[in-house]
């Protein structure tokens, strides 16, 4: 995770250039937004990496002399199904609709994308998957 985190921060470095270089060359206000704007994700994306590089375990990815098969095994839990991403895509699909149509959509989408993240952040908390 080091070596990704360094990345993504050397080429927000780079963007960052060419952002002031492009804002002050073409005086386009639309480019150099959007340009600023991808500084700032992948400043927060290259920041989060090398944040978290500093928590857990070296990576097979992050030793020079590793093979691949150093990498083998458990790498975290992944949920194995989830209906609640599917029902948010519903939701943000109705909201996006209700800019083209009317924002009448929106009272429709609102409790579809609440009630999906709400499921989806409570999902391992009833059932059988309740904790005790």
């Given at each position: 995770?080091?070596?990704?985190?360094?990345?993504?921060?050397?080429?927000?470095?780079?963007?960052?250039?060419?952002?002031?270089?492009y804002g002050v060359w073409s005086k386009e206000p639309?480019?150099?937004?959007?340009?600023?704007?991808?500084?700032?994700?992948?400043?927060?994306?290259?920041?989060?990496?090398?944040?978290?590089?500093?928590?857990?375990?070296?990576?097979?990815?992050?030793?020079?002399?590793?093979?691949?098969?150093?990498?083998?095994?458990?790498?975290?839990?992944?949920?194995?199904?989830?209906?609640?991403?599917?029902?948010?895509?519903?939701?943000?699909?109705?909201?996006?609709?209700?800019?083209v149509f009317g924002w009448w959509l929106m009272y429709?989408?609102?409790?579809?994308?609440?009630?999906?993240?709400?499921?989806?952040?409570?999902?391992?908390?009833?059932?059988?998957?309740?904790?005790?």
């Amino acid at each position: 995770m080091k070596i990704q985190g360094r990345m993504f921060i050397w080429l927000a470095v780079f963007i960052l250039a060419m952002a002031i270089v492009y804002g002050v060359w073409s005086k386009e206000p639309v480019g150099t937004t959007a340009l600023f704007l991808s500084f700032g994700l992948s400043m927060m994306i290259g920041y989060y990496l090398a944040f978290t590089a500093r928590r857990v375990d070296a990576g097979a990815q992050d030793n020079k002399d590793a093979d691949v098969a150093d990498d083998a095994g458990e790498l975290g839990f992944f949920s194995p199904h989830s209906w609640q991403p599917l029902f948010l895509a519903v939701g943000a699909s109705f909201a996006f609709l209700g800019v083209v149509f009317g924002w009448w959509l929106m009272y429709f989408s609102a409790p579809i994308i609440m009630i999906s993240i709400f499921g989806w952040v409570f999902e391992y908390y009833r059932g059988e998957n309740r904790t005790q």
